[in-house]
């Protein structure tokens, strides 16, 4: 494999965007009939490396070469006439189209005047599907099929040229265990033929089980490639995580005081049942599970954003009727939502108005906002959480993750609230501010906040929570103080395990 | 400063060079091409084109907000014309018979409400069903116009009142009372957008809706606020126009939706919300009448002065786009 020439190479790759090195000085190559996989935290740069790749942004510097020539992949188009051809997470098929459009989607063979030969279409299409041995045919309609064999769809219309290189990008995420061999077979069939392959994932066992190199990018840069064969789970953590994150198991035992929040019987529809939970000033609560298990939901709903089908919610117990945002600020609920530019963020105002934007209402004076006031809330919020901008003004947008969150942070902190909701905390923030909002969060909890964070990495979870709770396809499955709590029996609870369950 | 706000004085500075960049033109250009005698930029004609630009521009600046929201009201036009014969026409009715010219703010007042009424259906419908507001004025638009109709069949609604039209031709301090009624809309709405928390929010609101509501933000009762200040808007424009001219025909502010529209993004605000100013938007209202009088002055008829606008409105933003685009990741999906 040594002597041949990689099917994908890319030489010292830098992309910056505004405020952030997403991609530093990044190297990497797939050799043809490789599976290579791709790994790093959320925001360490692999989805920028593979917009870069697919010509969707360009590179600032830096170069790409299929099988050793240097190109420039001006558009995704492009990258596939190239021979790279990418399978997304989130599929982009138009459902209201059959299979065999969706596949030829821009090139339909045509016959005079522009008409589609939908003759050759057909069979053109049954031709690749046939070699992907799938149950369906070039006429169904692709909103007619299963998630897993729309990404089949997707990997036919790969096959339509002749790929030098397939990259896969978390494509495991919403299939069942069955159609995972499914598609490791078919993996394993491009593998075979010579067809380089770039493996997203976080999945640690897939990746032991299906690749041949592990590359690893930690905040924008690439810190190594190790043979799969010869390494192990710690190893490759260790290069994501690094060793600058501290994220040793919380130890302090501190006097948590009385119940703030309590949640009884609390249900949602089919998205969660019957959850229950306190949580006491000073006291961080974790929770912890995968994706789906329904714990946004919980915090959508105490915050107002939904409305729960039953139970009750109780502040200083208190029930409380909340319907909306309005309701839950005004009770002193705040929520740090997981999607922080979609959710929690104006991106095109500048800081100042973003951390007032509650509460500005009472920052009036006569018919006006009173700037004074704001500007006196945003230096002393700015101080305390350290926010690095080079001053009110600056657009939010500007900001990097880990100043942007602080300022959703500072939004709430700065109104006092009772409960404050942390959605995914670090997500996309690079490693140093990771740890600056973990002992944020303790230290908010010693200032005697009740703190909820929601979290689906788990030395985050056991880094930063008093006591865990663990869901599993809506239920709360287990709670653990921070004291029994082992990752063994988190992972049991969190998947659905229910061993010794605990009263 | 930051590079930002500086960023924002240029784009917010850009549509004033571009009046500038008209007058002398028209200045120029006209000294060899024009028919008449007279300089364009003479005093008297600029007051004439201020008052000219008012009809549009009150509108335009409600448009703004509106804008601004992520909305957008294409009912302005129908709203305006049945305004106007409301205002005309209860002037004529006899239970205001005995109120001699007191009659006048009564009609002033019915007229108004009509537009307020108008808009706030539009803005209830927005908040209570979430269907897109261009398709429910759109809707209104067709609805209104049909009021407007059957109000007087293709007959003109007229009324001529000696006292309301020497108020609106009156001049103060040069200003005919309809720019006096621009400039004023304009300072108000200037201090609602970049004072108060009504314009703090709209802002919020058009930039990030999800975000806006999660700050706790009341988005629905913030929209038909807006419907209704248009609603007025409409309303006052025609109030003042009518005052003078005295009778409404039934087509009458047709169009009216597309030229505020047309003003507005000539003056940078943002189709997709979030962005824009009302400063702008006056510059813009200007820059558009600056055009008509200036081609109509060097002997260029209605056509091509339409023809010209429209280019120019795409040549403004194909610009537009191209400047801010500097930097930022250009959209190749």
């Known amino acids: 494999m040594t002597d041949e020439k990689p099917a994908l190479r890319l030489e010292n790759i830098v992309k910056t965007f505004p405020g952030v090195r997403a991609l530093d000085d990044v190297s990497f190559a797939v050799m043809p009939g490789e599976v290579h996989a791709l790994m790093g935290e959320n925001g360490a740069g ?100 299963s998630i897993a064999n729309q990404q089949m769809v997707e990997i036919a219309r790969a096959l339509t040229v002749d790929p030098r290189a397939v990259i896969f990008d978390e494509p495991t995420a919403s299939l ?43 905040d924008g840069q690439y810190r190594g490639t190790l043979e799969t064969a010869k390494t192990d789970e710690d190893e490759v953590t260790q290069l994501m995580i690094g060793r600058s994150l501290d994220l040793s198991r919380n130890e302090e035992h501190r006097e948590h005081g009385e119940v703030a929040l309590e949640v009884r019987g609390l249900s949602c529809g089919d998205l969660y049942r019957d959850v229950s939970f306190k949580v006491h000033r000073g006291e961080v609560v974790g929770f912890y599970g995968l994706v789906g298990a329904g714990r ?32 839950a600020i005004r009770h002193g609920i705040s929520l740090v939502p997981e999607d922080r530019k979609g959710q929690g ?15 500005v209402d009472d ?22 959480l350290d926010i690095r901008t080079p001053g009110w003004r600056q657009t939010v947008g500007n900001l990097s993750g880990g100043n942007q969150q602080k300022i959703v942070i500072g939004k709430w902190l700065s109104m006092h609230p009772n409960v404050l909701i942390v959605d995914e905390p670090t997500r996309g923030i690079d490693v140093g501010s990771k740890s600056e909002i973990h002992n944020l969060i303790r230290d908010l909890a010693g200032q005697g906040y009740a703190v909820i964070v929601i979290s689906s990495e788990m030395p985050e979870v056991l880094h930063v929570s008093d006591r865990i709770v663990a869901m599993y396809h809506g239920r709360i499955m287990r709670e653990f103080s921070a004291e029994e709590v082992t990752e063994d029996s988190l992972i049991q609870a969190i998947s659905g395990i229910e061993s010794e369950k605990v009263a | 400063m930051t590079k930002d706000t500086r960023a924002n004085l240029v784009k917010q500075g850009a549509i ?30 600029m007051l004439l084109l201020l008052k000219q630009s008012a009809p549009i521009g009150i509108i335009a600046l409600g448009m703004t907000i509106i804008m601004i929201n992520g909305n957008i009201d294409l009912s302005v036009g129908a709203t305006f014309a049945l305004s106007a014969i409301v205002l005309l026409d209860s002037m004529t009715w ?86 006096w009624f621009l400039l004023g809309t304009a300072l108000v709405l200037w201090l609602v957008m970049t004072k108060t928390v009504h314009g703090r929010n709209a802002y919020a609101i058009g930039n990030n809706r999800e975000a806006a509501v999660n700050a706790g933000i009341r988005v629905g009762p913030h929209f038909l606020l807006n419907f209704m200040l248009i609603g007025f808007l409409a309303a006052l424009s025609a109030v003042v126009f009518y005052s003078e001219s005295g009778s409404v025909n039934p087509n009458d502010g047709m169009l009216y939706e597309l030229w505020a529209i047309t003003a507005v993004v000539l003056g940078g605000t943002k189709l997709t ?14 820059a558009i009448q600056l055009l008509r009088k200036g081609l109509g002055h060097i002997g260029a008829d209605t056509e091509t002065v339409n023809l010209v606008i429209g280019l120019i409105l795409i040549a403004v933003l194909f610009l537009d786009r191209q400047l801010n685009r500097k930097g930022k990741e250009e959209l190749k999906i």
């Open chain 1, 46 to 145: 692999k989805s920028t490396l593979m917009k870069v790749l697919g010509g969707i942004l360009q590179p600032n510097e830096g170069r790409i070469f299929i099988e050793e020539e240097s190109t420039i992949m001006t558009t995704p188009l492009d990258a596939k006439a190239k021979g790279v051809v990418f399978i997304h997470q989130e599929l982009s098929l138009a459902d209201e189209l059959s299979v065999a459009e969706n596949i030829f989607l821009g090139e339909l063979p045509r016959k005079s005047f522009g008409r589609v030969d939908w003759g050759k279409l057909y069979e053109q299409t049954d031709a690749i599907l046939k070699t992907l041995n799938v149950g369906f045919n070039a006429r169904t309609r692709v909103g007619d099929l």
């Open chain 1, 176 to 218: 069942t265990d069955a159609e995972k061999v499914v598609l490791f077979d078919v993996i394993a069939d491009l593998k075979s033929r010579g067809v380089g392959i770039v493996y997203i994932s976080h999945r640690m066992e897939e990746i032991f089980k299906i690749t041949d190199r592990i590359s690893v990018l930690r």
């Open chain 1, 296 to 327: 946004t939901e919980i915090a959508e709903t105490i915050f107002g954003l939904r409305d729960p089908s039953e139970g009750q919610i109780l502040l200083d117990g208190q029930e409380l009727r909340i319907h909306s945002p309005v309701d």
């Open chain 1, 345 to 359: 963020l104006v991106l095109g105002m500048n800081c100042r108005d973003n951390m007032t934007l509650p509460q």
């Open chain 1, 363 to 384: 920052l009036t004076a006569g018919p006006f906002v009173s700037d004074g006031a704001e500007i006196a809330i945003f230096d002393q919020y700015r101080d305390k």
């Open chain 2, 16 to 45: 004033w060079a571009f009046i500038v960049v008209e007058l002398i033109f028209f200045t120029v250009a006209g000294n060899f091409m024009s028919v008449s005698e007279q300089s364009f930029i003479d005093f008297d004609n």
């Open chain 2, 94 to 179: 006899p239970i205001f018979a005995g109120l001699g010219d007191w009659v006048i703010p009564v009609s002033w007042t019915l007229a108004l409400l009509t537009g307020v009424v108008l808009g706030a259906i539009n803005g209830l419908i927005v908040w209570k069903t979430g269907v897109d507001a261009f398709i429910v004025t759109l809707g209104a638009m067709l609805g209104y116009r049909g009021l407007v109709f059957m109000y007087n069949g293709e007959q003109p609604t007229s009324h001529l009142n000696w006292t309301l039209v020497d108020f609106a031709e009156a001049q103060f301090l040069g200003l005919h009372t309809a720019t």
């Open chain 2, 273 to 286: 919300g979030g962005y824009g100013s009302i400063v702008s938007t006056l510059g813009g209202v200007i």
